[in-house]
């Protein structure tokens, strides 16, 4: 099974999260049509409204963006995510894209969204990947507990049926991506979740790869789980690059300095991954060193 090539992802590949945010980082929070900024109640008041799908859309990741702690806040975002209807990628701005958005928006919004992890749990069994790969990665941010084991049910099948190639599109059976970042963050380190994870440093994709790898950092500790993000920092691949940079931060590794400072990527993308190595990671090099680093990169 052959990585992507640029093409194929264009058409039909749903970007990770390492992807997305770095473009969505860079978005405002401004209305489809209208280009004007939107506060906290515009954005509230777009959700609760049900006849445009487009405004519900950036209502959702408003919220989200902004950490909002509106009362109303995630009880729309539930009855947003509750709306999901049959993928339709010719849609638009269309209702499962909405619940998607509502998905990653309660993500942001412990502790407040531990009340949508039933709906969310829920979302990981729909039909549309894409839902749940948001679902998977919104209670791996919520730190859900109780996601573990469905989790682990559906990659149980290992890299030849969960991590397989959907007919025609470069799209995996399931977003294996999300679904391993979402075990390493959530921190249960029992022997059958690592068993279930470790198949998946073997898979063709470089990004499953480095999930996995970070993954089993996260949850074990064991240095030899570094190894194969610091070779993926080596990669021909920019995108490849990007994601073992965030997976080296993600799981706090520090290790990884060096490597980190010197990889062929954006200087933004090094900072995020060293700031990273000091809220998530502990040890030496200590914190005084990170900062150094960091400050050479400036």
């Excluded at 405002?28 to 506060?39: D, L, V």
């Excluded at 209502?59 to 975002?77: D, Q």
């Excluded at 948001?134 to 573990?148: M, P, Q």
């Excluded at 977003?175 to 440093?201: K, M, Q, S």
């Amino acid at each position: 099974m052959a990585w992507p090539d640029a093409a194929e992802q264009h058409r039909c590949y749903e970007p990770s999260r390492k992807d997305r945010g770095i473009g969505q980082d860079r978005l405002t929070a401004m209305g489809p049509m209208t280009g004007e900024p939107i506060n906290e109640q515009e954005a509230l008041a777009r959700l609760r409204q049900s006849d445009d799908p487009s405004m519900q859309y950036y209502g959702a990741w408003w919220l989200g963006r902004n950490r909002s702690r509106h009362p109303e806040s995630v009880p729309l975002l539930i009855a947003a995510l509750q709306q999901r209807r049959p993928r339709d990628p010719g849609a638009g701005i269309e209702e499962n894209a909405v619940a998607r958005n509502a998905a990653r928006a309660l993500g942001k919004l412990a502790p407040a969204a531990l009340a949508a992890v039933p709906e969310l749990l829920a979302a990981l069994g729909d039909p549309d990947d894409g839902l749940r790969e948001a679902a998977a990665r919104a209670l791996g941010d919520l730190g859900a507990t109780e996601a573990v084991a469905p989790i682990c049910a559906r990659l149980a099948g290992g890299p030849a049926e969960a991590g397989a190639r959907q007919d025609g599109c470069p799209r995996l059976v399931e977003p294996c991506e999300a679904l391993l970042e979402a075990l390493g963050d959530i921190g249960v380190a029992e022997p059958d979740v690592l068993t279930v994870i470790e198949p998946f440093t073997r898979h063709d994709w470089p990004l499953i790869r480095s999930a996995a790898a970070r993954a089993l950092l996260q949850l074990s500790g064991e240095p030899r789980w570094a190894e194969p993000l610091l070779a993926l920092l080596g990669d021909s691949q920019l995108q490849v690059r990007r994601a073992a940079l965030m997976d080296l931060g993600a799981a706090g590794w520090r290790p990884a300095v060096d490597a980190i400072s010197t990889t062929l990527a954006e200087n933004s993308l090094k900072l995020i991954a060293l700031r990273g190595l000091i809220e998530n990671g502990s040890g030496e090099p200590g914190d005084d060193a990170l900062l150094a680093a960091m400050d050479a990169l400036l």
